[in-house]
């Protein structure tokens, strides 16, 4: 069995791994990534990228953002429309008085695309060493160091952040907690050719269906001409209902009244495949001695919108100034990792909290029509509904019942 030692091991080079390489790059230290695939690897995903997204893009050191602006094939993100169970439409730009030299606040990029660029970036650091094709399968934390292990290598780390997504094999090996089955979620997406009637500025749909409340069916137009299309459902309903998604899936684009008119001329390009989203709902420590967690290792999804990789990104930013103060004192302890879940909670805690009522209220058809109703004859209600995606304090304000309960009389 090979033996290798570094300063830093990551496992997992998802957008969280690779965001965390990148910012540690220029600390001199070295640093072991540990992925099981082989890149470029396939992501089942929306491929929705929101501003939190570029925003850390933008504070990682060297050109990662310009490159990506440049290089990388993307459809820019101008607005959302949003469809009600009654079927009433509401578009919503994401900027107010846009002007024509607006960047775009967000894009809808591949994740294959998406994720290989970032990966490419970490061969620009001769200080971080990659293992593709290892899956790591043991972590083990000592007073000295920690030791991980995949088929045929043995890595010492003074450290290791477990970047492995949802089904983390660090989280379980040094944590070895389970969470609860609310706190999951399952999504399904399919990639079509000729999905008719999308908005003329490529806005992302979201399709409140009532049969996939608190969920929604998504619409996002994609490179090549194609779009990613797709729900989300709670895995406890799931199981519940005995939900096949592929069958709901297929039942939704043949038969759907908001749906299947859109999908008559369409064709599927490869299968739908569905994935585990792990949300920011469930609590629990993200550190201990010798490790952090971050991203879908952590349950950072949020927990209305499914929001996961400029979280997972964050996350890692965080991580970053954490672990540089850890080098620089050597104390990699549980105790000095608490700044690391605290830090977290500052940043996350409430818009979490926040996010759950409004999973919870959106369980109710009635007032998701309602709103909508409220927001198309009313412009501030409608740029509330899109600031629900942008801002704490809109998301503050829709958990209000006062608020619901004023809408009703505007
Ligand atoms: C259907 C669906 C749609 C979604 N749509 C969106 C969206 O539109 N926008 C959005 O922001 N988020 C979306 N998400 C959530 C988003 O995909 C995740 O939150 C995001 O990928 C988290 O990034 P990560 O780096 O933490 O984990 P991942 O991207 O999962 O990366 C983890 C990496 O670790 C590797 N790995 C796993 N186990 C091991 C192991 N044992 N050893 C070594 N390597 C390992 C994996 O191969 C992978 O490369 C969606 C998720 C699903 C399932």
Sequence with gaps: MAQHEFDLLIAGAGPAGCTLALNMAAQGLTIGIIEKETFPR??????????????????????????????????????????????????????????????????????????????????????????????????????????????????????????????????????????????????????????????QENFIELIFLKRLLPGYFWIFPSTGGLVNAGFGMMQPRIIQRRENLSSVFQELISSDPLIAPRFINARPVGKPEAHTLPMGTYHFCRSGNRFLLLGDAAFLVDPFSGEGIGNAMASSEIAASVLKGSFSSNDFSAKKFKAYDAR????????????????????????????????????????????MFTSDQARKKLTRPGFYLRLLFR
């Design 42 to 199: 396939k992501k089942i995903c929306g491929d929705a990228l929101s501003g939190k997204v570029l925003s850390v893009m933008k504070r990682i050191p060297g050109d990662v953002y310009e490159e990506f602006i440049r290089d990388v094939e993307k459809i820019p993100s101008w607005g959302i429309r949003f469809i009600a169970p009654s079927s009433q439409e509401l578009d919503v730009p994401f900027l107010l008085n846009r002007k024509p030299e607006h960047p775009p606040p967000g894009y809808v990029c591949k994740r294959d695309d998406f994720d290989n660029f970032m990966f490419a970036k970490l061969q620009n650091h001769p200080n971080i060493h990659i293992f593709q094709g290892g899956h790591v399968s043991e972590v083990t934390s000592h007073p000295e160091g920690v030791v991980v292990k995949t088929q045929d290598h043995e890595f010492r780390g003074k450290v290791i952040a477990g970047a492995d997504g949802v089904h983390s094999v660090v989280r379980k090996s040094l944590l070895g907690t389970r969470a609860d089955k609310k706190h999951f979620c399952v999504g399904i997406r399919g990639y079509f050719e000729n999905v008719t009637g999308l908005h």
């Design 344 to 387: 977290l909670g500052q940043r996350f805690s409430q818009e979490f909290r926040t996010m759950s009522v409004m999973q919870t209220l959106a369980r109710s058809s009635h007032l998701f029509n309602l709103v909508v109703k409220k927001a198309c004859k009313n412009q501030e209600v409608g740029e509330l509904l899109t600031a």
